[in-house]
């Protein structure tokens, strides 16, 4: 049975048509029916429709009519919102939890997207089996209204606190805590919080920048592909008992789909060399864990954050591995970005190849070319930094797993390394090499460094090329107004009919905050002391910040600027009419001196260069039309086998 509007493809069923005992014993772990009756649970377990969705499936879209209610069973769902032609993840609900409930409160339209982020089995009722629920199983519909109600309010409860942040503890629980300790003694943790006392006081020591690392989704990814791979390696080697490893991969793999991002709340800038991050992932993967084998958050027995969860590891080794994925899936992002951006001005390239145009030096007339040739070396410069971007992508694959504390590799027992290494390659599917001197490599931040470099030359560029736009386009009156960007808003408050290039600006200020980040990532590396570097959160937080910004700046620039660009053919042909740089064409015919002698004559007159040397006699009208045809000049000559023979082609 599929799902009646659902936009992705809705399959098969699946477990062979389970029993609706089976169905009902399944939906009483659902966490959205906890507490329902029992007879309302039998209702629906009669009604429901098992089905599964393949990674991809689109469940319902944004804007498309209420069409389901389901119950998911396993897998993992995304919830996502397009924010400028771009979907943008809000959360990520998993076994037990509900989607498309909504329609039991309203049949508005769906404000958001669901999608599965992996294989995903749910129990299904279609919009006309929930609008006959109130009449046949009125108990039933009531109860899952409330459940609804209630989701629907914790949900924004959490959103909120979580969207809110800068250094707060967020509200988990509604009020209810917990007892953990450490070593400076105890405190109270909220309830429903997967992080624990360390994480707690992260978050009250480092009230920094705002920015929690959950807004990094890509390095909390690579923490927990870090953990997987080091509890599979340990359990390789003996020293994790399987069902604890089984534990950590599950919780890990959740996270790794998306799941309980909102609980890695420790400021991304922080104090101890990345320790916090590092807690908060152990923390929150160890109390995951204990909640998968039925254990209470903070028990801490079966599965510990630091015996189990950092088994064979440090923060030294942990921290600025996980940096070091997410950097490379971040420039992932930008490379494709970059290479779009290519793409769209080589398309405008192949659009303006016919449009005449003055090039110009120091801001001053040189010789012609075409609006095609300009736009097109936009496309070939920017290509360039998608290769440079690969290149230091290379070097960040090398990574330091069995290091620990300071690269001797202590507390972790031979092989470890390599057999993390093994199982976190499978894991990304990257090509990780272990670094050949572990205590080098420790305390090296030489590869961050390049990358920066890297990501300063693309923000360089790319601000050069702003600037281009931004000149020609200039006017539209009263400057070169070659070209004409798309308008974006109004540009001023007083100034009537005024429009800003609004948008090659912003990219300006993007590049120019990159480019600073360069700064910031030099004088941490060069700070770092002996055996460490414990200036590696900024490092982390300035280049997977430039590397977002890069790559939201690109997307912005392609979609809201580059593709609309027209241009103005009529006026750039009559500055290439006007202008005296032609004239250099008639260097190889009369020679440099009689060439500057005309052009100086232009000047003072206003004459144009074609009635002086038709003046002097120096050439035929139809001479110069051969000579000075401005699409001619545009063209590479073949190089003639008298060339060098002429006795003006010396006088240059």
Known sequence: MAASGATGVARDIFWGMPTAIQIRDALRTSSFLQGMPESALHQLAQIVAPMH?????????????????????SGAVAIEKERQGRQVRLVILGPGEAIGEGILLDDEAHGTSARAVQ??????????????????????????????????????????????????????????????????????????????????????????SGTPVRDFPALVDALAAVK?????????????????????????????????????????????????????????IANRALELAGAPRGSYVAVHPNNHVNLSQSTNDVYPTAIKLALHTSIESLRDAMRELAEAFLLKGEEFCDFIKMGRTQLQDA?????????????????????????????????????????????????????????????????????????EATADTGAFVQLSGVLKRCAVKLSKICNDLRLLSSGPRAGLAEINLPPMQPGSSIMPGKVNPVIPEVVNQVCFDVIG?????????????????????????????????????????????????????????????????IVTALVPVLGYEASTEIAREALETGQGVYDLVCQRGLLT????????NPEAMTRPRPVQADAADSPVAHEG
């Open 517 to 581: 980040a360069d700064v910031t990532v030099t004088m941490a590396a060069e700070a770092g002391q002996l055996q460490l570097n414990v200036f590696e959160p900024v490092i982390a937080y300035r280049l997977l910040g430039a590397c977002s910004m890069l790559t939201n700046a690109s997307v912005v620039l392609r979609g809201r600027c580059i593709l609309g660009i027209t241009a103005n053919p009529d006026r750039m042909r009559r500055f290439v009419e006007r202008s005296i740089g």
């Open 53 to 73: 969705f393949e990674a991809n499936d689109v469940l319902f879209a944004e804007g498309a009519q209420r069409a389901m209610f389901a119950i998911l069973v």
């Open 228 to 284: 997987e791979a080091a509890a599979l390696a340990n359990a390789e080697l003996g020293l994790l008992p399987a069902e604890v490893c089984d534990l950590i991969v599950r919780a890990a793999q959740e996270i790794r789909g998306g799941r309980h991002h909102e609980h890695f709340l420790v400021d991304v800038i922080q104090g101890g060399a990345g320790t916090s991050t590092n807690m908060n992932a152990n923390e929150v």
């Open 367 to 439: 010789v012609p070319m075409t609006l095609g040739q300009e736009f097109t070396a936009f496309g070939h410069t920017i290509l360039e930094d998608v290769d440079r971007l690969a290149e230091a992508q290379a070097l960040i694959r090398e990574i330091n797993m069995g290091a620990t504390a300071i690269g001797t590799g202590i507390n972790a027992p031979p092989g470890y390394a390599e057999a993390v290494r093994k199982h976190l390659s499978t894991i990304t599917g990257l090509p990780l090499i272990t670094a050949p001197d572990l205590v």
């Open 119 to 208: 294989r995903s089995e749910a129990f299904v009722l279609d919009a006309l089996q929930v609008k006959g629920l109130s009449r046949e199983h009125p108990s039933l519909y009531t109860a899952l209204v409330r459940a609804a109600a209630r989701t629907i309010s914790q949900r924004l409860a959490s959103t909120d606190a979580a969207l809110v942040g800068r250094g707060r503890l967020i509200g988990f629980g509604g009020g209810r805590t917990r007892l953990e300790h450490d070593l400076l003694g105890e405190r109270e943790i909220p309830d429903d919080a997967l992080y624990g006392v360390q994480t707690l006081r992260a978050l009250e020591n480092f009230p920094i």
């Open 621 to 628: 009208r139809e001479e110069l039309d051969q000579i000075l």
